[in-house]
T-cell receptor, first 113, second 109 residues
Framework: KAGVTQTPRYLIKTRGQQVTLSCSPISGHRSVSWYQQTPGQGLQFLFEYFSETQRNKGNFPGRFSGRQFSNSRSEMNVSTLELGDSALYLC????????????FGPGTRLTVT | KNEVEQSPQNLTAQEGEFITINCSYSVGISALHWLQQHPGGGIVSLFMLSSGKKKHGRLIATINIQEKHSSLHITASHPRDSAVYICAVQLNTGNQFYFGTGTSLTVIP
């Protein structure tokens, strides 16, 4: 089985721009979760999608949004980028929910200048 | 306020040593995860626990729900075990996931 894939792997954007990141889960997995990792804050939970519905959400501003498609692929969008949004963005998929074992993608490294 | 505390933050061991990493949490949880992150960012889920003990190869994870504490043990440590180990908990309300700050392990040959 192919693992979780994320595109792009690296991205450089300018303050004020918006960005869309993509995540393709393991075949058969219906839950996709997104996380942000920074040196200062560590790993933080962004949100989780299951069957095209956002089920859970972390404490991030509304500039961070996401969606899931019928094939379980997910995208997350960050609007009006700030310097502090520079981070490694990880997605993980699991069979049913994020209380099940999660399989992580390699991440997208976003740099905001 | 950190809902999840890990200790130690950094750990250096000689190859072959027995290693213990601790995780304490202050919230009600439905599950606790141990994750391994290698340089370059890739994360692997090692264990998911809601009670008791699990073993996989040289790795053992235990959890004490009453004491809100979990430990990850590595027996016969090897340089390839060098990584950051992260404890994460899912609230029993189901809607949040909190992470510890990680333990950076270096195993010296």
């Amino acid at each position: 089985k192919a693992g979780v894939t994320q595109t792009p792997r690296y991205l450089i954007k300018t303050r004020g721009q918006q960005v869309t990141l993509s995540c393709s889960p393991i075949s058969g997995h219906r839950s996709v979760s997104w996380y942000q990792q920074t040196p200062g804050q560590g790993l933080q939970f962004l949100f989780e999608y299951f069957s095209e519905t956002q089920r859970n959400k972390g404490n991030f501003p509304g500039r961070f949004s996401g969606r899931q498609f019928s094939n379980s692929r997910s995208e997350m969008n960050v609007s009006t980028l700030e310097l502090g949004d520079s981070a490694l963005y990880l997605c993980a998929s699991s069979f049913q929910a994020f209380s099940y074992e999660q399989y992580f993608g390699p991440g997208t490294r976003l740099t905001v200048t | 306020k950190n809902e999840v505390e890990q200790s130690p933050q950094n750990l250096t061991a000689q190859e072959g040593e027995f290693i213990t990493i601790n995780c304490s949490y202050s919230v009600g949880i439905s599950a606790l995860h141990w994750l391994q992150q290698h340089p370059g960012g890739g994360i692997v889920s090692l264990f998911m626990l809601s009670s008791g003990k699990k073993k996989h190869g040289r790795l053992i994870a235990t959890i004490n729900i009453q004491e809100k504490h979990s430990s990850l043990h590595i027996t016969a440590s090897h340089p390839r075990d060098s990584a950051v180990y992260i404890c994460a908990v899912q609230l029993n309300t189901g809607n949040q996931f909190y992470f510890g700050t990680g333990t950076s392990l270096t195993v010296i040959p």
